[in-house]
């Protein structure tokens, strides 16, 4: 079921799952997703798709409510992974006990829980960098789609999807923006400023953005994030038709 080219840690799963294959090692949610094979079983009806994904889910649950391998504790592609699982679990099921472990995500990651998200975090950490934001990307764009979702369910504004949306893409347009011949940094410290581009992970990076012009009340990030998206996508007209734009 693991499509990864990652394993986690020896002692912490390994040889308590049996594939067809024999014993191996965990699903490592850097590269685990459940939506593709989901759009599949909506789309055909196919229930051997629909297992498949459901026992992913259910790894994931267990990964995650257990604190087994949980990878959660980082702002990071492994918990926007696991967010999107459980997203996609919800919306098929509507159980509760997904919106509970989604929900833990969303805690373990808050903009409150960074050090470049506040003033005072960022005086007191002068060279400490900022690198590879699209990772972190990934699991902020997971969180605006639960959000999304939750407001479906319940009529009304998500209130801690909302404020953690809107922190990230307010540090992101504020100190990640690089213009419209850079598009995102890549690497950035409170020292140094910026450096560095995304390449074609700049349009992750402009999801967050339009996100945060989505969800913000605040008139001035709102025209800071559409101003944001804007020129990472000139960046990114720019550098076509190259294969890392096109990637």
Request: with cysteine.
């Amino acid at each position: 079921v693991d499509s990864t080219h990652r394993g986690s840690p020896r002692l912490t799963w390994f040889g308590s799952l049996r594939w067809p294959w024999g014993a191996g090692s965990s699903p490592e949610s850097g590269h685990f997703n459940t939506r593709g094979q989901l759009c599949y079983y909506y789309f055909t009806g196919d229930r051997r798709v629909l297992e498949s994904a459901l026992e992913q889910t259910e790894l994931v649950y267990r990964k995650v409510t257990e604190n087994r391998f949980a990878q959660i504790d980082n702002l990071s592609r492994e918990a926007g992974n696991n967010l999107q699982i459980l997203t996609d679990a919800y919306l098929l099921t509507w159980d509760d006990k997904y919106r509970v472990a989604a929900e833990k995500i969303l805690a373990a990651t808050a903009p409150d829980k960074q050090w470049y998200t506040s003033e005072a975090g960022r005086r007191q950490n002068p060279a400490k960098e900022v690198s590879g934001f699209w990772t972190s990307a990934l699991c902020i764009d997971s969180a605006a789609r639960w959000t999304a979702v939750m407001e479906e369910k319940t009529g009304k504004p998500y209130e801690p999807g909302r404020r953690y949306v809107t922190a990230y893409a307010d540090f992101m347009s504020r100190f990640l923006a690089g213009g419209p011949g850079t598009g995102f940094y890549m690497t950035w410290s409170p020292a140094k400023g910026g450096r560095g581009n995304h390449g074609p992970w700049t349009y992750r990076m402009a999801d967050v953005v339009m996100f945060g012009h989505k969800y913000a009340s605040d008139p001035q990030l709102k025209k800071r994030c559409l101003k944001t998206a804007a020129d990472a996508f000139a960046f990114v007209e720019r550098e076509g038709p190259s294969a890392s734009a096109a990637y």
